[in-house]
């Protein structure tokens, strides 16, 4: 009877051990998280280069620039002090559309999935713009000395020859073999902007002092002037292989007034680039 209770107690000694060893490892997730490999993502830091094809739409505001041009010829007279025909809108707003094409060099700096880095940009456009000229005639005029002058604007105005360089600053989310960024940044361009005002004024003589008919023509704006403004906008590259990558942005650019001409770009494109 001993040597059985011995036999059950060893046969229930064994048992305990078998069942709390299987509900050990049933409840492990109790003993604390077990540790976990570093993520991996896809490597873009470093330099790169690339070229660029794409479409843009360039629009120019030429609504003020007769003013700078008029202004200066009737400077100091009693038509423009009176009558300020200088201030007629006679251009209006140009807008078309064609290839462009460019290339750009930059530096990423990556942060596990985050992507900070600059970016040099250059975009030749083939658009050129001939803003709509639309002639005014004004009659009843005075010169503040008694006569009438009966005065007829007409303009004509262009843009040829746009390239620009933009200097940005982007940030971007690595998702796979996929980087969506935004941008931001400062841009320098060169442009031949041209306009040309030709006034002409017939006049009925008051009773103080005879006039002359007159008409004149004049210049504004320049060939290759400076330009310089700001642009935005977002993109997406893709790592096709670990050096190189297609993309694809949309871009907004927008100019300071030259010679009170406004010019805004929009464009998309499309590009290649190697990351060394």
């Known amino acids: ?16 051990g078998l069942t709390s060893h299987a509900w050990a490892q049933d409840f492990d997730f109790l003993r604390g998280s077990e540790p976990v490999g570093l993520a991996s993502y896809t490597n873009w830091s470093g330099f790169y280069l690339g070229g660029q094809w794409g479409y843009s739409d360039v629009s120019g505001d030429f609504s003020k620039s007769t003013q700078g041009p008029l202004a200066y010829v009737l400077r100091d ?14 251009l209006g707003t140009a807008d078309s559309s ?14 596990q999935n985050l992507i900070l880095g600059v970016e040099a940009n ?8 001939n803003p709509p000229n639309t002639p005014i005639v004004r ?15 007409s303009a004509s105005g262009s843009m040829t020859d746009l390239n620009y360089v933009a200097l940005r600053g982007r940030a971007g989310l690595i998702l796979g073999n996929f980087l969506p960024y935004g941008y931001i940044g400062a841009v320098l361009g060169v442009a031949n902007v041209n306009v040309t005002a030709t006034m002409q004024g017939v006049c009925q003589t008051g009773s103080t002092a005879s006039c002359s008919p007159f008409s004149f023509m004049a210049t504004g704006g320049e060939n290759s002037a400076l ?4 642009t935005v906008g977002a993109g997406l590259d893709y790592a096709l292989t670990q050096n190189v990558f297609l993309r694809g942005e949309y871009e907004y650019t927008l100019f300071a007034p030259f010679a009170n001409v406004t010019l805004a770009v929009s464009s998309i494109r499309v590009g290649a680039g190697l990351k060394f």
């Open 139 to 153: 009659s009843g005029e005075s010169d503040g000395q008694g006569n009438t002058y009966t005065v007829a604007l």
């Open 227 to 230: 330009l310089y403004g700001g």
């Open 1 to 16: 009877m001993k040597g059985r209770q011995v036999r059950w107690g060893i046969c229930a000694l064994v048992f305990l």
């Open 77 to 90: 007279t009693a038509l423009e002090e009176t009558s300020d025909p200088s201030n007629l809108p006679v």
């Open 98 to 111: 064609g290839p462009s094409y460019g290339g750009f060099i930059g530096y990423n700096s990556q942060w």
């Open 122 to 129: 250059f975009q030749h456009t083939t658009v050129s713009l």
